[in-house]
């Protein structure tokens, strides 16, 4: 089936350091979005992205949807403590949350 | 606002034992998804619903039976759990079915089974 290759699988850094992580896939996507889960809750949509080149921001967050549809980026400025936990990208070809396709996450770890 | 809730949170099973997970959700989505995650597989599908009345294999659908009962609440039902389906579970739900805008995955908390 389809996959989707996110990197990297995890991630230690100094608290203040910036991040970055992207997912990649052989199939041209139309929406691609990024979620974050905290240890022992469920994954919480943080940004999602519907148009080719489009670049999103939601505070110290930025993502963007790559120019041939095959790939996502989320960046994050400035890691603070609570940045912890596990980023998922996901990728949707058709319009039907059916098809959503989920990375096997980044695990970040911010050291105070 | 509760949004979605599972339960149980946790749960041991023996081999060929069965059990339901229960899940419901107070903000008037119509649709339903159950997933397992597993580690370093992300989250896959297990079976969904996209409006009430109506259920649909995902994924990874052996080894499961779902019901809708009410546009509020969609179980999953394990009839002879096996080891391999240790995981953790999580339920989902969505405004809308068939289209991604503005219409995002609202997630539980999870329910955490061990099949020994």
């Known amino acids: 089936g389809q996959q989707l290759n996110q990197s990297p699988q995890s991630m230690f850094i100094q608290e203040g350091e910036d991040v970055s992580m992207n997912c990649t896939s052989s199939?041209?996507?139309?929406?691609w979005l990024w979620y974050k889960q905290d240890p022992g809750e469920g994954p919480v949509l943080l940004i999602a992205?519907?148009?080719?080149?489009e670049l999103t921001s939601n505070g110290r967050l930025t993502a963007q949807f790559g120019i041939t549809r095959k790939d996502s980026f989320l960046n994050i400025s400035a890691s603070i403590p609570s940045d912890v936990g596990i980023y998922f990208c996901?990728?949707?070809?058709?319009?039907?949350?059916?098809?959503?396709?989920f990375g096997k996450g980044t695990k970040l770890s911010v050291k105070p | 606002n509760a949004g979605v809730t599972q339960t149980p949170k946790f749960q041991v099973l023996k081999t060929g034992q069965s059990m339901t997970l229960q899940c419901a959700q107070d903000?008037?989505?119509?649709?339903m998804y159950w997933y397992r995650q597993d580690p370093g597989m992300g989250l896959r599908l297990i079976y969904y619903?996209?409006?009430?009345?109506?259920?649909d294999k995902g994924e990874v659908p052996n080894g499961y039976n779902v019901s809708r009962l009410n546009k509020r609440e969609f179980s999953l039902r394990l009839e002879s759990a096996a080891p391999s389906q240790t995981s953790v579970y999580f339920c989902?739900?969505?405004?809308?079915?068939?289209?991604?805008?503005?219409?995002?995955?609202?997630f539980g908390n999870g329910t955490r089974l061990t099949v020994t």
């Open positions: 996901a990728g949707l070809r058709g319009g039907s949350q059916g098809n959503l396709i």
């Open positions: 199939s041209i996507f139309n929406t």
């Open positions: 992205l519907y148009k080719a080149g």
């Open positions: 619903s996209a409006s009430e009345g109506t259920t």
């Open positions: 903000m008037n989505h119509n649709s």
């Open positions: 989902a739900s969505s405004e809308a079915w068939g289209r991604a805008y503005n219409s995002p995955l609202h």
